[in-house]
């Protein structure tokens, strides 16, 4: 059985699968079994997926109706459980691809730092290729530092630049149906752990397409990291955990701002509604002060109140922190 099992979630990206499945097979790490699950791709993505399983013996197809990317992770991870001895996992999504080294660099970076997940750079790219003969020196970092100092950028949530011991998804599963899923689960995974072994090598090519459902036109479903984010701010409660809390509220004014702006009318209401519950958190955890460079923030939530109001407003919250 393999060490390392990869969980390729499969729909609709005909265009872009070959480049990401290739980039897997020529690994220099050859210790790993792929998994590539059809979510019922209306295109020619699940024949190609059979294609490569006739091919190479690693490979293993799996074809399903259309559930959604975390339907088709969870798939791929049940499969795992039930035919595999890997102990590890790693997940890549079918419009990225990866670094030859990506594997073995991951995989050195747990077995030197002891630690149950290892996690390496990305680079968001139209198409250029990966730079190459980067420094794979790995460190030891604690949940916090990397995750609420945002080690590796907007990846720190990211499921797809790390490896995880297997044993961390006997019991966690990505949320069916939801955007932003990552943020749902990954740093669950990571304070569980406690510690993550990282390097900066960007090893991870992430794909900017114009076609996925997080660049297109506004929905209510953009609402779903907000969601995240209110799981995020009561596990930190739970924990009593200041860091962690002022890292969220922060995401959390941050998101729903820029959701307000692009959400029609018919939800600004519901948003404004959570973007004064962001503020009033974040005055009090300080990671976002009350102030003239945050009045904006203010003017978008209250924007019925007087210029005056507000300012008191401001004032009388930044007195409480």
């Given at each position: 059985m393999?060490?390392?099992?990869v969980?390729?979630p499969v729909?609709?990206?005909?265009?872009?699968?070959?480049?990401?499945?290739d980039?897997?097979?020529c690994?220099?790490?050859?210790?790993?079994?792929?998994i590539?699950?059809?979510d019922?791709s209306?295109?020619?993505?699940?024949a190609?997926?059979?294609?490569?399983a006739?091919?190479d013996?690693r490979v293993?197809?799996?074809?399903?109706?259309?559930?959604?990317?975390?339907a088709?992770?969870?798939?791929?991870?049940?499969w795992?459980?039930a035919?595999s001895?890997?102990?590890w996992?790693?997940?890549?999504d079918?419009d990225?691809?990866?670094?030859?080294?990506?594997?073995?660099?991951?995989?050195?970076?747990?077995?030197?730092?002891?630690c149950k997940?290892s996690?390496?750079?990305?680079?968001?790219?139209s198409?250029e290729?990966?730079?190459?003969n980067?420094?794979?020196?790995?460190k030891?970092?604690?949940?916090?530092d990397?995750?609420?100092e945002?080690f590796?950028?907007?990846?720190?949530?990211a499921?797809?630049n790390?490896l995880?011991?297997?044993?961390?998804?006997?019991?966690?599963?990505?949320?069916?149906?939801?955007l932003?899923?990552d943020?749902?689960?990954?740093?669950?995974?990571?304070?569980e752990?406690?510690?993550?072994?990282v390097?900066?090598?960007k090893?991870?090519?992430?794909y900017?397409?114009?076609q996925?459902?997080?660049?297109?036109?506004?929905?209510p479903r953009r609402?779903?990291?907000?969601?995240?984010f209110?799981?995020?701010?009561?596990?930190?409660?739970?924990r009593?955990?200041?860091?962690?809390?002022?890292?969220?509220?922060?995401?959390?004014v941050?998101?729903?701002?820029?959701q307000?702006?692009?959400a029609?009318k018919?939800y600004r209401?519901?948003?404004?509604?959570?973007?004064?519950?962001?503020?009033k958190?974040?005055?009090?955890?300080?990671?976002?002060?009350?102030?003239?460079?945050?009045?904006?923030?203010?003017?978008a939530?209250?924007?019925c109140?007087?210029?005056?109001?507000?300012?008191s407003?401001?004032?009388?919250?930044?007195?409480?922190?």
């Open positions: 393999a060490n390392i099992s969980i390729v729909y609709r990206v005909e265009e872009f699968l070959s480049r990401c499945v980039s897997i097979l690994q220099s790490y050859t210790d790993f079994d792929l590539l699950v059809d019922g209306p295109d020619s993505c699940g190609l997926c059979d294609a490569y006739e091919r013996s293993h197809v799996i074809h399903q109706e259309n559930g959604g990317l975390s088709a992770r969870n798939s791929g991870i049940d795992v459980f035919n001895d890997s102990r996992l790693a997940f890549v079918s990225d691809w990866v670094h030859p080294d990506f594997l073995k660099v991951l995989y050195r970076t747990a077995e030197q730092t002891l997940i996690a390496c750079g990305f680079f968001l790219t198409g290729t990966i730079p190459q980067q420094n794979t020196e790995p030891k970092l604690s949940a916090d990397y995750f609420c945002n590796h950028g907007g990846a720190t949530p499921a797809c790390k995880y011991h297997v044993s961390l998804f006997k019991n966690l599963r990505f949320p069916i149906g939801k932003h899923e943020e749902f689960t990954v740093y669950l995974a990571l304070y752990v406690g510690s993550i072994g390097t900066s090598a090893l991870y090519a992430y900017q397409n114009e996925s459902i997080t660049r297109k036109e506004w929905s609402m779903d990291v907000l969601e995240a209110e799981q995020q701010l009561a596990f930190a409660d739970r009593n955990n200041a860091r962690l809390r002022k890292r969220v509220t922060e995401q959390y941050y998101g729903t701002y820029e307000l702006h692009e029609p018919v209401k519901e948003l404004r509604r959570k973007l004064r519950t962001a503020l958190l974040a005055a009090k955890s300080g990671s976002f002060r009350p102030g003239w460079k945050t009045l904006w923030a203010y003017e939530a209250y924007p109140k007087p210029f005056w109001w507000l300012l407003k401001i004032h009388r919250e930044g007195d409480a922190t």
